[in-house]
C-alpha cells in the first residue's frame, strides 16, 4: 500500500480532466519537477477497475492521480456511511519505499467504487478509513497508519458530472444499493 510519510500544510491546485476514454485526471503540476522521473502506483481490484497515482521522483509528490477504468460501482444513499471522519487540507509527501527499485507498483487491491450527489468514492473493503486528506478536487482517504485506502473524486461541473457518468455507465451495469 501507499503510504503518506509526510503532509505539508499547503494549499494544493489540482487541475480536472474529464474524458469519456479516462473518465477522471487530477494533474498536480506545481509537484512536478520537469524532466525528472515518474513512479507510478497503480491499484487494480477483481473487476479490472483501475486506479493510478503519479509520483515524481525528485519531489516525492503527487503529480497525477486518474480513474482510469470503472468496471462496477454502486450508488449510494448516503457518503456519511463510510466519510464520517476528520479532514484537513494539505500536500503529501510520499513514502517511497514501496517502490524498491520498480518504477511501477501494481497492486490487486479489493476496492469498490461508489457514486454519490456528484461524487465519485474508491473505498478499500477491508480498511478502516481514519481520517480525509483535502488536495483540492480530490480527497484522499487514509487509515491509521496513514497508508492510501481510497479516493474521493468531486467538484464536477453538470456538463463534467454527465461526461463521467456516461463513460462510466458506458463500461459497467451499474449495480444497485451499496
Not at 53 to 67: E, Q
Not at 143 to 163: H, K, L, M, P, T
Request: proline share 3%.
Amino acid at each position: 500500500m501507499m503510504k503518506i510519510k509526510q503532509l505539508l500544510l499547503q494549499k494544493i491546485i489540482g487541475e480536472k480532466e474529464v474524458d469519456f476514454y479516462v473518465p477522471i485526471k487530477i494533474n498536480f503540476k506545481e509537484n512536478d519537477k520537469k524532466d525528472k522521473e515518474l513512479f507510478y502506483y497503480r491499484m487494480f481490484n477483481p473487476k479490472s477497475s483501475f486506479v493510478e497515482v503519479s509520483i515524481n521522483s525528485v519531489t516525492n509528490k503527487i503529480v497525477n492521480v486518474s480513474l482510469v477504468s470503472v468496471n462496477d460501482v454502486k450508488e449510494v444513499e448516503d457518503e456519511r456511511v463510510f466519510l464520517n471522519v476528520p479532514s484537513e487540507d494539505g500536500n503529501p509527501i510520499i513514502d517511497m519505499d514501496i517502490f524498491n527499485d520498480n518504477h511501477i507498483v501494481t497492486e490487486n487491491v479489493y476496492f469498490n467504487i461508489f457514486k454519490h450527489n456528484k461524487k465519485v468514492y474508491v473505498l478499500q473493503e477491508s480498511a478502516t478509513i481514519c481520517k480525509q486528506l483535502r488536495m483540492d478536487v480530490v480527497n484522499l482517504l487514509l487509515d491509521e497508519q496513514n497508508n492510501i485506502i481510497g479516493f474521493v473524486f468531486g467538484d464536477f461541473s453538470d456538463d463534467e458530472w454527465e461526461e463521467v457518468t456516461e463513460s462510466i455507465d458506458s463500461s459497467v451495469n451499474i449495480v444497485p444499493g451499496a
